[in-house]
T-cell receptor, first 114, second 115 residues
Framework: AQSVTQLGSHVSVSEGALVLLRCNYS??????LFWYVQYPNQGLQLLLK??????LVKGINGFEAEFKKSETSFHLTKPSAHMSDAAEYFC????????????FGTGTRLKVLA | GAGVSQSPSNKVTEKGKDVELRCDPI?????LYWYRQRLGQGLEFLIY????????KSGLPSDRFSAERTGESVSTLTIQRTQQEDSAVYLC?????????????FGSGTQLSVL
């Protein structure tokens, strides 16, 4: 069964600094990969996803992520953090080896310091 | 409706009472999920419905929890004999086709408070 691990339940960055949120999956079959964001008092929304094709995917609000099969990773990055990026970020995979079930990581809360 | 609809949005109940939470997914979405999110925590998978397949109930925390889905439409999550630790936001989500990597659409959730 596939699983997803997010390193760091809380990450703090200064405004204007690089944002790096880590996500690793465990699977022998490449899954579909997603990042969802939950802004304060709002529902979850899709930030970006990888299914096939180009391994570097761009999402909303300047975020991007790169699928690295050799590292079983799908880390989320943004070159310059804004205060409005403060939110909870969830990495997710779809298990392509069987049931095609969505599996979410435990989330990383991003804090942006002025 | 245009999105995933959940009702009620808030539910306050007494310990030991049964509650029923409702989810109306987007029309045509074959996949439906229930998740639980405790305050400040991540998403805890509860149950997954995919078309006419048997549901994946592996996330239900105890036999007090059950869920049903009528065809590819409305789903209800029932919690019997509620406990204080059941207090959380219960989220429903649906998607068109997981086999092609479609995104999940989330409802606004039901905030359950067990006194």
């Amino acid at each position: 069964a596939q699983s997803v691990t997010q390193l760091g339940s809380h990450v703090s960055v200064s405004e204007g600094a690089l944002v790096l949120l880590r996500c690793n999956y465990s699977s022998s079959v490449p899954p579909y990969l997603f990042w969802y964001v939950q802004y304060p008092n709002q529902g979850l929304q899709l930030l970006l996803k990888y299914t096939t094709g180009a391994t570097l995917v761009k999402g909303i609000n300047g975020f991007e992520a790169e699928f690295k099969k050799s590292e079983t990773s799908f880390h989320l990055t943004k070159p310059s953090a804004h205060m409005s990026d403060a939110a909870e970020y969830f990495c997710a995979v779809i298990d392509t080896s069987g049931t095609y079930k969505y599996i979410f990581g435990t989330g990383t809360r991003l804090k942006v310091l002025a | 409706g245009a999105g995933v609809s959940q009702s009620p949005s808030n539910k306050v109940t007494e310990k030991g009472k049964d509650v029923e939470l409702r989810c109306d997914p987007i029309s045509g979405h074959t996949a439906l999920y229930w998740y639980r999110q405790r305050l400040g925590q991540g998403l805890e998978f509860l149950i997954y419905f995919q078309g006419n397949s048997a549901p994946d109930k592996s996330g239900l925390p105890s036999d007090r929890f059950s869920a049903e889905r009528t065809g590819e439409s409305v789903s209800t999550l029932t919690i019997q004999r509620t406990q204080q630790e059941d207090s959380a936001v219960y989220l429903c989500a649906s998607s068109l086709d997981n086999t092609s990597g479609e995104k999940l659409f989330f409802g606004s959730g039901t905030q359950l408070s067990v006194l």
